[in-house]
DNA sequence: TTTGATTGCAAGTACTTGCTTGCATATATT
DNA sequence: AATATATGCAAGCAAGTACTTGCAATCAAA
């Protein structure tokens, strides 16, 4: 990928993730990327080629990978902080709104599937990590992937409705709500301790 | 409000649903509701404003008032139970959907404010609720918003993910999900039952 | 029967959109 | 020195955009 190229991707994500995709034009691109609008059509097919190209991009997609996931300590409480606290370091409110950006009905067929490997890292490295934990005996059995499904629903939640609505629908910080939900889910609200 | 004008805010908000606010062009809301295109710009100052209009009925909000949560028995599983239900009944994909197509930035700050009030409903509600449960000694104090928020962030994000990508994130059905996540709420997953 | 309001219709305005073209210039490679 | 590649620049195109205007038809209230 040549330094032109890139430009024009960074450009195109950036504004995307400001106005949406069908917003974005052309020449808003070319002039944050600082380069001519013709180029954008001399080194993509079009307007949706050089977004596609984006989300292809580990960078654009917050750069959640599995191993992100991979520092545990087979400890319940610690381990699901750090699922929660490494995803939303990484799916901050500019990615949320890149993320909705990019539904445009022109574009979402193409860009869901890229889209939708950033929950999927969660949830399967999760369910894993869930099911090695009952071999070792530290977890009854359960539906792991129902459970997945809901700290990764809570995970996601609250990281899209701050992103949308700050503090203004919940006084409750991220830390606060880390510990907190990690507490509930593990120890339920009966003998919360 | 007459009925001309009340074709032309369902069709307007019927094609914000499907292809966003900026992607939906008068032309296709006077043809979806059947008027002239004219007849948009007799009735509403703008584009801006037959959408604005919209979400300020409730049936364009999911008709989700507090009344919806009226119905409760103070008994935590199925009272959760319907807390979730109740919502995911009234906010189905297509609510998602239009929530998200009035995302627009030339929109957002003056549409946020409605769109808001849905998850509001829903929380405040719910810590109502809580309040009156320990009260009853039904249930152990706690951090009652931040449990709340918990609670509504998975029901929110497993509401949305369905409605982003059906079934192709994960399997796990809305009944599932919403029986076995009240369990590990009340439960945790330490001692499921 | 007259009046007033509502709407359709056709045309038009000023502007923006994605995308293209032809040519000049700079820079790097051979 | 000769050549190839990348880019800028200016202009333009066809189509679409939100929104407007003047006039005629309809229809219900007076």
């Keep these: 990928m040549d330094e032109t190229s890139q430009k024009i991707i960074d450009a195109a994500m950036s504004l995307v993730k400001d106005k949406g995709y069908v917003a974005t034009t052309t020449r808003d691109i070319a002039q944050l990327a600082g380069v001519n609008e013709c180029t954008l ?82 949830l399967s490295s999760l369910t894993d990590y869930f099911k090695e934990m009952v071999s070792r005996g530290k977890m009854p059995e359960a539906d792991l992937e129902c459970l997945a499904m809901t700290i990764f629903s809570s995970t996601f939640g609250y990281t899209f409705l701050s992103a949308s609505f700050e503090n203004h629908l919940s006084p409750v910080g991220r830390e606060e709500f880390i510990k907190q939900s990690v507490q509930t889910f593990i120890y339920g609200i009966t003998q919360k301790q």
Tied chains: 1, 2.
């Design 41 to 122: 059509f001399r080194k993509f097919k079009n307007k949706k080629d050089i977004v596609l190209n984006g989300i292809e991009q580990e960078k654009w997609r917050g750069n959640l990978t599995p191993d992100v996931f991979k520092n545990v300590k087979w400890e319940l409480a610690s381990d699901l902080e750090m699922f929660m606290t490494e995803y939303m370091n990484r799916i901050t409110p500019d990615f949320v709104k890149l993320s909705i950006g990019l539904r445009a009905p022109q574009l979402y067929g193409e860009s869901a599937p890229l889209v939708m490997k950033v929950p999927q890292v969660f």
